[in-house]
């Protein structure tokens, strides 16, 4: 009977002592817990007090729960409870923060999805300007750059085999484009496609690098890469989406973006004539535009123009040496 009893003692030392561990640590894997009285009470405490609206109340009850019963069965719970309260009193960042808790801690929680949707709701209203914080107490502001797509990475990082996560990408994407961080976009575009490519949202990302790419010498690059690259990404969307509504235009545009590359190194092969005479290269250039004839057959008709003229002047070049 003392045996027992000493036996006892001890599992009930080491379950305090386990109970006394900082929120800060992961949950070890498998553990099992009974019910805790004293949490439970605590947990219903604070239902109360957010029931009457007594938010810093009811936060303070569930801080002081997960800080000596973090191991308690109603601990992913309270931690919810806990980022509702911040939602409540404002407090978007701390509220995020304890949803990412509820994921990471207690990824077998029923809660655990709830949780990643509120992270996503929170993230949406930040990257639609519609979640606004107080700045000294004085006025309220949007969120900066930094923190919604820091949020909307985090969804994508929390759910990646998930709808949601697809959802959170799309968001970025369009976010970034707004922020005119255009590198970024097609990034979170291609991965998009790649990681999920049954989802609704691919279509309309595929899309978007190629729009992007097509875009990006009216934003003062001229590079053709760009350009070959917005070709590419056209054509990679009526091969991955063939049935697709917008196939047909896709393909369209992948000539319009065909018949512009012949236009530019038409244009590549008139500067070399004309400004850096440079005749050689202006030769190089405007025979391979006759020869993409069947693209671009204006730009083919002037070439042969121009052709003339490089070739004599590359001519004459080479006598007067």
Not at 110 to 123: C, G, T, V
């Amino acid at each position: 009977m003392k045996k027992t009893l000493l036996l006892m003692s001890s599992v009930g030392v080491f379950a305090l002592t386990m109970c006394q561990q900082t929120n800060h640590d992961l949950l070890p894997a498998g553990t099992l817990t009974a019910t805790v009285p004293q949490a439970d009470a605590l947990l219903q405490q604070a239902k109360s007090q957010m029931a009457q609206g007594k938010y810093s109340k009811a936060a303070s009850t569930l801080e002081s729960l997960l800080s000596n019963y973090r191991m308690a069965p109603c601990a992913a719970e309270a931690r919810f409870l806990l980022a509702e309260v911040y939602e409540k009193r404002n407090m978007p960042r701390d509220a995020f923060e304890e949803y990412d808790k509820v994921v990471t801690m207690y990824p077998s929680s029923p809660l655990y999805r709830k949780a990643i949707e509120r992270q996503l709701s929170l993230a949406m209203a930040a990257a639609e300007g519609r979640l606004k914080v107080g700045v000294m107490g004085l006025w309220a502001s949007s969120l900066d750059s930094e923190t919604v797509q820091k949020w909307l990475g985090s969804v994508i990082r929390n759910a990646p085999y998930n709808d949601l996560a697809a959802t959170a990408a799309s968001i970025l994407g369009k976010y970034l484009v707004r922020e005119e961080e255009y590198e970024k976009a097609i990034a979170v575009y291609t991965k998009l496609v790649e990681n999920y490519p049954t989802s609704r949202y691919a279509p309309e990302a595929q899309l978007m690098v190629a729009q992007l790419w097509a875009s990006s010498r009216t934003r003062g690059d001229q590079n053709m890469a760009n350009l070959q690259r917005a070709q590419e990404a056209y054509e990679e969307f009526s091969l991955r989406f063939p049935r697709h509504a917008d196939a047909g235009k896709a393909l369209a545009e992948a000539s319009n973006v065909r018949r512009l590359l012949v236009q530019q190194e038409l244009e590549a092969g008139r500067f070399y004539l004309e400004r850096s005479h440079e005749y050689t290269s202006a030769v190089f250039c405007f025979e391979n535009v006759i020869r993409q004839k069947s693209i671009n057959p204006t730009a083919a008709k002037e070439a042969e123009k121009l052709l003339a003229r490089a070739r004599a002047a590359q001519a004459a070049t080479s006598s007067s040496r």
